[in-house]
């Protein structure tokens, strides 16, 4: 009589189960000093998406961090300058099943020493409002008329027609926080949609997989329905991403692009941090081909000075045929892509802002 040996093999949860563990063992041990900023900036981020994007995390998946929760205090007692991101850190891990309390008395500790008054910015105090409000504790600030100078911000299609990353990342911010990440609809104006259409736009012309990722998470959390030519950029994205582990790994890598483009694909619907990653140093790395059409349109544009226009109907096969055969693909996927396009491409084109005259240069 022959012996059967029956092989088990790990469930599906159970191999996603480790390949989150492995994620956060990387960003919690791995990559930075504990005591790095860009520590607490990384890990922030990470369990910031996981939490918003409601992943199941195990309890022993969060062993990395229970030291650092343990001292959070000593912590932002000392460093109260990046409370931002020693809050949200806390609230995420508390959020996972660390501990409990620690976050709202953080807050209110926030709160009562006045922190937020010094942020020269309203989006970061937009950010300090949500993570307060998280666990009920007020700001002090007149919130209301912050929320109406980012609203005013996020409101001017010309903005976002024209590149600028910055303005970009900061639209898709204020999205962000004014939609409390999803959980409610902000209520933005039509013109806000439109921004980030044409942020979109430039992102998917560039080949800015990390911008268009969120924007994409913005246009769901404002109720939108994104174009699916832009989902499966980032899909093709997510895919290509080469991960380097052990000695092979790096510091300098595209964690951001990995993390926003796996957010990005688990707000689709799809399934998101796929790869199967092993506990231990880690790095992640973007395919490095992306040909940017929107630098050789920029170039073309440009040069032509005052014979360019704006009526992208009329521009539309001089610039295909001056670029390169794959920007002019991605030129005609960016159009079919958007409604509206040549809406975008007037503003684009900046026509309307000529007027400076001749500037001669002894």
């Known amino acids: 009589m022959s012996n059967v040996i029956q092989l088990t093999f790990p469930s599906r949860r159970d191999q996603r189960a480790a390949s989150i563990a492995a994620l956060l063992d990387t960003f919690a041990s791995h990559r930075r000093d504990l005591d790095d900023v860009f520590w607490m900036k990384e890990n922030a981020e990470i369990l910031n998406i996981l939490e918003c994007t409601g992943q199941t995390v195990d309890r022993d998946a969060l062993d990395p961090y229970r030291a650092f929760y343990d001292t959070i205090e000593t912590r932002l007692e000392f460093f109260p300058q990046y409370y931002r991101f020693l809050l949200s850190i806390c609230l995420d891990l508390e959020a996972h099943g660390i501990g409990e309390g620690k976050g709202r008395a953080l807050a209110q500790w926030v709160a009562d020493q006045g922190l937020v008054d010094v942020e020269l910015s309203d989006l970061q105090r937009a950010e300090a409002h949500r993570l307060l409000s998280r666990v009920g504790v007020s ?38 926080y004014l939609s409390e990440y999803g959980r409610r609809d902000p209520q933005l104006s039509m013109q806000t949609q439109k921004c980030l259409k044409f942020a979109g736009t430039l992102a998917f012309l560039d080949c800015n997989w990390d911008l268009l990722a969120e924007v994409l998470v913005s246009m769901r959390y404002c109720g939108m329905t994104p174009p699916a030519e832009w989902d499966a950029a980032i899909a093709r994205a997510t895919r290509h991403f080469a991960v380097a582990e052990g000695d092979d790994a790096v510091r300098q890598d595209d964690y951001h692009e990995y993390l926003v483009c796996n957010w990005a694909l688990s707000e689709a619907g799809g399934t998101s941090f796929a790869h199967r990653l092993t506990p231990g140093p880690v790095s992640f790395h973007a395919d490095p081909e992306r040909p940017s059409a929107l630098r050789e349109m920029s170039e073309q544009m440009y040069a032509l000075n005052m014979r360019r226009s704006g009526d992208w109907h009329q521009m539309r096969d001089y610039l295909c045929d001056a670029i390169s055969d794959a920007s002019a693909q991605t030129l005609l996927q960016a159009e079919a892509a958007c409604d509206g396009f040549d809406d975008f491409f007037e503003r684009f084109a900046r026509t309307d802002m000529r007027g400076t005259g001749e500037v001669m240069i002894a």
Do not use: M, W
């Open 139 to 176: 700001t002090g600030a007149a919130q209301d008329q912050i929320n109406e100078r980012l609203c005013q911000f996020v409101s001017r299609p010309q903005t976002f027609a024209i590149p600028n990353k910055k303005a970009a990342y900061e639209l898709t911010h204020i999205v962000f």
